[in-house]
């Protein structure tokens, strides 16, 4: 049966998760095993169920307990269900809920590079990506667009970030994602060989003289590509870009140098992409 709790104390620690917690004091560095994210939506927070995560409590607007969410609630089990009228949570999470439910959920344990690679054609690698919002969007784009990983640099913001999660529409569930590199050392020095050992190219998205187009013959016939972004603004290291075997523009016009990266991901996934 689902545990229902209606919310009369706003300063309960249990509603801390939603409310008062940061993002870095739900990711938990400390104790990882630990760690905690909020999905958003019960089509995100179905994905996220649907990819083995493991639900801690419920927040719903009372009105979706027999609604949206009640699907949602029978699969939670009997984890507590909090619930309140929509002005009441809006004050108490600090904007409107996305059809009225947020899911408090353990992080996974992340994958190995090799695991999520080991069968993989198509790749793609974030940069120092820090936008939140970016990041989400290229998973989304990733998961569209026929990307079977993604692997992300450790200065990158964390997938599981509530506005990433909410930008991806749930995608960062259904794509196989996580970090390559050390925050002690440039994450290439060790990353770029161990995607040459498992057969991959690697194609910097880079405006530089001796680039490519992004329909280049030999680039799109490649076996295994692993395409690697740039952050905002600076894009890929130099030392980066020097290490690949490929680098790679997309053709501008009107006096345009660049995209957007989660833009040109986009273009790159739908060009490059294992179709």
């Known amino acids: 049966m689902p545990n229902i709790i209606e919310i009369h104390d706003f300063n309960a620690p249990e509603l801390d998760i939603y409310a008062r917690l940061t993002e870095n004091q739900l990711l938990n560095r400390h104790e990882p095993e630990k760690g905690l994210f909020i999905a958003e939506s019960p089509k995100v927070i179905e994905r996220a169920l649907n990819a083995g995560c493991v639900p801690v409590s419920l927040l719903i607007e009372k009105k979706h307990i027999d609604r949206h969410a009640k699907d949602i609630i029978l699969r939670c089990g009997d984890i507590p269900v909090y619930t309140a009228e929509f002005d009441i949570l ?163 016009s009107h006096g345009v140098d660049s995209l957007n990266v989660a833009a040109a991901s986009a273009v790159a996934f739908w060009q490059l992409g294992n179709r």
């Open 90 to 252: 809006t004050n108490l999470t600090g904007f409107p809920l996305t059809r009225g439910a947020l899911c408090a959920m353990y992080r996974p344990k992340l994958p190995s590079v090799e695991h999520i690679c080991k069968n993989a054609r198509r790749i793609a690698i974030l940069e120092n990506v820090m936008n939140p919002t970016n990041v989400g969007a290229i998973f989304r784009s990733a998961a569209a667009l026929n990307m079977d990983a993604v692997l992300l640099t450790p200065a990158c913001s964390n997938p599981l970030y509530r506005r990433s999660i909410r930008v991806s529409m749930g995608t960062v569930f259904q794509i196989p994602w996580t970090f390559i590199g050390d925050k002690s050392e440039n994450w290439a020095t060790q990353g770029m060989e161990l995607l040459h050992n498992m057969g991959f190219k690697t194609a910097a998205m880079a405006l530089c003289e001796d680039s490519v187009n992004i329909d280049d013959k030999n680039l799109m016939s490649e076996d295994k590509l692993a395409i690697i972004l740039g952050t905002e603004g600076d894009g890929l290291a130099t030392s980066t870009i020097a290490d690949c075997d490929y680098t790679v523009c997309i053709p501008m």
